[in-house]
């Protein structure tokens, strides 16, 4: 049946398409979606989904009528006056006024997709009896590469790469097999460490492991090192970045995110940028995750300079602060040259699909908005984008699903799209990643081997 197609595609992809859906909305399992950057490990569902939302829809409508009852009650005591919303707050929800049909409209597919409903908590489950979680490292506690990366022997530090060993057994190739099998130790910070193989490699860093996907690099700094990471400066000043290229057997048939070092005259630069900005807010929680930065901060993110020939979508990520909407759109992307395009809404559910929060919540809302802009790209692009909805039930504390698939088609160039994140957390087959802390998520607990 329809129905049953669907769902073996989600099974497949770890994306699921609704029919008979009026508005433009998917559901994602982040899990299923990264596990396609991998062969020999898989992402970890029960380490992914951290805090799980396993509330029943039938406790969360009782909850809700008592609530209601009791405040009926409380307002025939006392009538309520409309609260007063000073102007900021009424732009802020004239805006959520505005997304609300769409936001309903996608969270109803999800409710009558009952095919998909039945599976969601199964998710995060590590199911499979061969599934094996990989065996506690020797060093407990996961380093800080925030803390490590300020102290002054920060250059110091380095990650050893172990490739696979089939490598080992060509022979015929001389050096390359040396570069291959051995590629010594590299430095991990403000340095571009490249895994150009087909395969996933295991990489080892203060006793802890990491996974590395194929065809992924990363660079690991401060803000201020950023420069490094336009094709320009390090194409001028090799000595700059340190980098380890590992040579593949396998004939290269993508372009990597990273070719623009190796080969300069191949176009240089990304076609699809996506930013998750560490944001100042209020939450005590947030400072403790990591630190963040004032907004004019973000001000000197080269944005133009990283952009490729051809143009590039870019994807910011934003509270529904209304202070920041307005720096964004007003500051922001006028600085950067990048004009504005459509949205995607983020939208949280349970593992009962119910929303993680009342969609009318006026400071939590169950939703959170990419903003979609496009930078250079030649007339045509940018007018043909509709706002979109990705529905899923969020991992651990800021982590955002994995959208860069779902935005592909958008992606100006005619190329393989060279995508990046900024401020990344993780890594992706395929992407670059740049952050103070990229490997954060790739440390192999979690993950569990196939
Ligand atoms: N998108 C990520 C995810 O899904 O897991 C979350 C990114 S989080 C909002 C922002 C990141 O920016 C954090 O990893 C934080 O450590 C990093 N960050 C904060 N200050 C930074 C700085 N000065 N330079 C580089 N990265 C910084």
Known sequence: SETSDQLAAFFQSGIYRFSNCAVSVVFMDPVRVLNRSYSRFRVSPSTYYSRFFSSNLAADFAHRETELSSSSKKRKRKEKKPPLLNEREQAADQRHQLARPLLLKAHECLIGASELLGILRSLSCDSSSMAERRKPTVVETEPSFVELGKVWQAPLYEIALKFPRSCRSNENE???????????LVPVFNNLVVNETGDEVEAEFLSRKYVIPLESCFYMSDLGKIQNLIPEVYNADAKNVQVLVYIPMVSRNRCNPFCWFVAADSGSGFNLILIDPPWENASAHQKLMYPTLPNRYFLSLPIKKLVHSDGALVGLWVTNWERLRNFVLEELFPSWGVTYAASLFWLKVKADGSLTSDLDLFHH??????????????????????????????????????????????????????CIELFAREMMAGWASWGNEPLHFQDSHYFLLN
């Open 174 to 184: 001389g050096d390359i097999v040396d570069q291959c099998c051995d590629p010594g």
């Open 365 to 418: 809302r169950p939703y959170e908005c990419l903003l979609l802009a496009y930078c250079n790209t030649k007339s045509g692009m940018g007018g043909t984008m509709e706002d979109q909805v990705v529905i899923s039930i969020p991992g651990d504390y800021s982590r955002k699903p994995p959208v860069g698939e779902l935005l592909q088609k958008y992606v100006p160039g005619v190329g393989p799209p060279r």
